[in-house]
């Protein structure tokens, strides 16, 4: 089974540049999460996809962060424009629920963003 | 809102001695725990998780960790680690309501670099 799969897997820009981020989530998981992750902490959830609407985007910095899974497959992230605090790792994770339970969430290698 | 301490952000430790990684979790009416895994240059991982039964859950490789719901933790633990184990390890925290149906969303605490030494 394919797992989730991300590009680019590194990106560097200049502040107040523009970026996106693709992700491909696990075949069939209707659930999928963006997870920013800044060098030392742990990832921080940006936004919860239930197939293509948004169950939860309280932690997305909407002024210049958007993301969007159109056809409740693959999803893209942008940045615009992006600041050096946005430096970091940036992981999507896909997962099943069954029931009232979610289960594991499967994580991509993730794409890290270098703002210079 | 949920929040997650790891309360080690580096631990060093010897070739077969024993490890705990410690993690606790705010209070919340269910939860489900996780322990992921980062091995350098790869991606996050499963560990093992509990969502439900024995307190007591273990992974595949030798770790074990014990839902203690009065003390809100979640200990990792492993009797005897091998040079194979140094990572990363994050423990994470998915909340339910009274009904036990999640959220979804996983809480991270901030990982504990585990090392081991021959």
């Known amino acids: 089974?394919?797992?989730?799969?991300?590009?680019?897997?590194?990106?560097?820009?200049?502040?107040?540049?523009?970026?996106?981020?693709?992700c491909n989530p696990i075949s069939g998981h209707a659930t999928l999460y963006w997870y920013q992750q800044i060098l030392g902490q742990g990832p921080k959830l940006l936004i919860q996809f239930q197939n293509n609407g948004v169950v939860d985007d309280s932690q997305l910095p909407k002024d210049r962060f958007s993301a969007e899974r159109l056809k409740g497959v693959d999803s893209t992230l942008k940045i615009q424009p992006a600041k050096l605090e946005d430096s970091a790792v940036y992981l999507c994770a896909s997962t099943l629920r069954s029931g009232r339970v979610y289960n594991e969430q499967f994580f991509g290698p993730g794409t890290r963003l270098t703002v210079l | 809102a949920q929040s997650v301490t790891q309360l080690d952000s580096q631990v060093p430790v010897f070739e077969e001695a024993p490890v705990e990684l410690r993690c606790n979790y705010s209070s919340s009416v269910s939860v489900y725990l996780f322990w992921y895994v980062q091995y350098p240059n790869q991606g996050l991982q499963l560990l093992l998780k509990y969502l439900s039964g024995s307190t007591l859950v273990e992974s595949i490789n030798g770790f074990e960790a014990e839902f203690n719901k009065s003390q809100t933790s979640f200990h990792l633990r492993k009797p005897?680690?091998?040079?194979?184990?140094?990572?990363?390890?994050?423990?994470?925290?998915?909340?339910?309501n009274a009904g036990g149906t999640s959220y979804g969303k996983l809480t991270f605490g901030q990982g504990t670099i585990l090392t081991v030494h021959p």
């Open chain 2, 80 to 96: 005897s680690v091998h040079i194979s184990d140094t990572a990363e390890y994050f423990c994470a925290v998915s909340t339910a």
């Open chain 1, 1 to 22: 089974e394919a797992g989730v799969a991300q590009s680019p897997r590194y990106k560097i820009i200049e502040k107040r540049q523009s970026v996106a981020f693709w």
